[in-house]
C-alpha cells in the first residue's frame, strides 16, 4: 500500500490563480478529509467526505471546494487564491479495526500564495 | 470529545525514556485515548491508543490512571528521530465525527 498519497508536494501560487491539490489513497477507505496547518498552530479541518459523492464542510471550508466521485481520490481546490491561504495542507484518510477509528496522512502540500 | 490538556514543551535526554502527560478530567466511559505525533513538516502519525488498560506497541506504551482521567505516553528509549509534537485526543472510539488536534507537546530529544 502507498497509503495516503498527496500532490504537489511544493506550490507558489499568484493571488487570484486557482488550483487543485491531489490526494489519493489505496486503502479503501470511506472517509477522507482535508487539513490545514499555519505556522505554530493545529491541523484545522477544511472539508471530509464519509463516502463517494458525499462531502461536507469542516472548520475553516471558506475559499476551497471539493469533490468525491471515487473511493480512491479526494481534491481539494482553491477557486481563487488569497495569501491569507498560505499553508501545509494535509489529506487523511480513516481506518477502523475492531471498533476503534484511526487516521493516515499524507505527507502534506506546502502552499504558498504570493 | 473530551477536552485534554498537555504541556506546551518537553526535553529528554537520547536514550533515555520520555513521558508524556495528558490530562483529560472529563473523559467518558466509551472515549479513548489516542497519542498522534508530528514529526517536523510530515504528516500526523498514529501512535497508539487505549480505553481502561495499559497498552503497549512496537512504538510506545500507553499508562492510563485507573480513574482515567490522565494519561502518559512512554517513549521507552528515545532518539532524536522522536523530536516532534505529539498531541493526545480523546474521542469515542466508534466516533463518526472529525478529528480535532490541539496544541500538543512539542518533545525535544537531545543529545
Known amino acids: 500500500n502507498a497509503g495516503v498519497t498527496q500532490t504537489p508536494k511544493f506550490q507558489v501560487l499568484k493571488t487570484g490563480q486557482s488550483m487543485t491539490l491531489q490526494c489519493a489513497q489505496d486503502m479503501n477507505h470511506e472517509y477522507m478529509s482535508w487539513y490545514r496547518q499555519d505556522p505554530g498552530m493545529g491541523l484545522r479541518l477544511i472539508h471530509y467526505s464519509v463516502g463517494a459523492g458525499i462531502t461536507d464542510q469542516g472548520e475553516v471550508p471558506n475559499g476551497y471546494n471539493v469533490s468525491r466521485s471515487t473511493t480512491e481520490d479526494f481534491p481539494l481546490r482553491l477557486l481563487s487564491a488569497a495569501p491569507s491561504q498560505t499553508s501545509v495542507y494535509f489529506c487523511?484518510?480513516?481506518?477502523?479495526?475492531?471498533?476503534?477509528?484511526?487516521?493516515?496522512f499524507g505527507s502534506g502540500t506546502r502552499l504558498t500564495v504570493v | 470529545d473530551a477536552k485534554t490538556t498537555q504541556p506546551p514543551s518537553m526535553d529528554c535526554a537520547e536514550g533515555r525514556a520520555a513521558n508524556l502527560p495528558c490530562n483529560h478530567s472529563t473523559i467518558s466511559g466509551n472515549e479513548y485515548v489516542y497519542w498522534y505525533r508530528q514529526i517536523h513538516s510530515q504528516g500526523p502519525q498514529y501512535i497508539i491508543h487505549g480505553l481502561k488498560n495499559n497498552e503497549t506497541n512496537e512504538m510506545a506504551s500507553l499508562i492510563i490512571t485507573e480513574d482515567r482521567k490522565s494519561s502518559t505516553l512512554i517513549l521507552p528509549h528515545a532518539t532524536l528521530r522522536d523530536t516532534a509534537v505529539y498531541y493526545c485526543?480523546?474521542?469515542?472510539?466508534?466516533?463518526?465525527?472529525?478529528?480535532?488536534f490541539g496544541k500538543g507537546t512539542k518533545l525535544s530529544v537531545k543529545p
Open positions: 485526543i480523546v474521542r469515542s472510539g466508534g466516533s463518526q465525527g472529525n478529528l480535532i
Open positions: 487523511a484518510s480513516r481506518w477502523e479495526a475492531r471498533g476503534v477509528k484511526g487516521y493516515t
